[in-house]
């Protein structure tokens, strides 16, 4: 079979040995909960404090970001620099899975869900903040089960090259689910959260090592090693 398209310089076979490595590491793995609502009985919150304390019994290591005070991208004065961005990029480059748990309004995440992932770079100096971690998505609604912010994250996910897993979690009319303590009562909603937590782990452990590797990709090299060969030349004139 000819495939005269290709960069053979750039074209890789797949490293089995790569895919399949040996005893993992024993660290847990560390996972970001973001959440999409700063109400004081907020639900997204609520949700991704029970997810938190799955994980915790899964053998995770925790943390949340805050959103309070986290600017618009667009706003006058607002950059990498501002204290609250940073210390949200610095929780996403510390991570290594990520759970986004957002109620849906008018039919989508909220605008302050959107604020955050946006904030998060495609690309940080030679680091991609968001490439190959593992992403649960998680949504809230007041009315009726849907999944309109659930699919809008997984393309989001998708776009920042994340393995987003395939089992989510949708809790409707989510004020009935809560006690007067913000614990999440025993249902099949609860359950689902445990279901994706158990996978969300399952996924960051088995790709915790790979994840560079997973998402490498051909055109990226092909563009690198054309890069380099510009750099070269341009220093042999």
Same mark, same amino acid.
């Given at each position: 079979? +000819?495939t ?10 797949i ?20 959440? $999409? ?9 609520l949700?991704g ?5 799955i994980?915790?019994?899964? $053998? ?47 039919g ?6 959107? +604020? ?13 903040? +968001? ?21 809008q ?27 007067? @303590? ?12 445990v ?8 996924f +960051? ?19 690198d @090693?054309?890069?380099?060969?510009a ?7």
């Open positions: 079979m +000819t005269p398209q290709l960069d053979e310089a750039c074209f890789r076979p490293d089995r040995a790569r895919l399949m490595p040996g005893p993992g590491r024993a660290d847990p793995p560390r996972i970001l909960i973001l959440y $999409g609502s700063l109400r004081p009985r907020s639900f997204s919150r949700s404090e029970e997810a938190a304390r994980l915790t019994r899964l $053998g995770a290591e925790v943390r949340f970001f805050n959103p309070s005070g986290l600017p618009l991208v667009d706003d006058a004065g607002a950059d990498a620099d501002h204290p609250r961005v940073r210390a949200l990029r610095d929780l996403v480059n510390w991570c290594e899975g990520m759970v986004w748990s957002s109620p849906e309004r008018h989508a995440m909220t605008g302050l869900m959107k +604020t955050q992932i946006d904030w998060i770079p495609l690309s940080d100096g030679a680091k991609r903040p +968001t490439q190959g971690k593992t992403l649960a998505v998680m949504q809230v609604s007041g009315g009726s089960q849907s999944f309109n912010a659930v699919n994250m997984r393309i989001l996910g998708r776009w920042m090259r994340m393995l987003t897993i395939p089992n989510q979690s949708s809790v409707p009319k989510a004020f009935l689910e809560f006690d007067e @303590a913000g614990r999440m009562k025993p249902s099949p909603y609860y359950d689902r959260i279901d994706v937590m158990e996978e969300l782990v399952k +960051t452990l088995l790709t915790r090592d790979l994840g560079d590797y997973l998402v490498d990709r051909y055109s990226e090299r092909k563009e @090693a054309a890069a380099l060969s750099r070269v030349n341009q220093r042999a004139l």
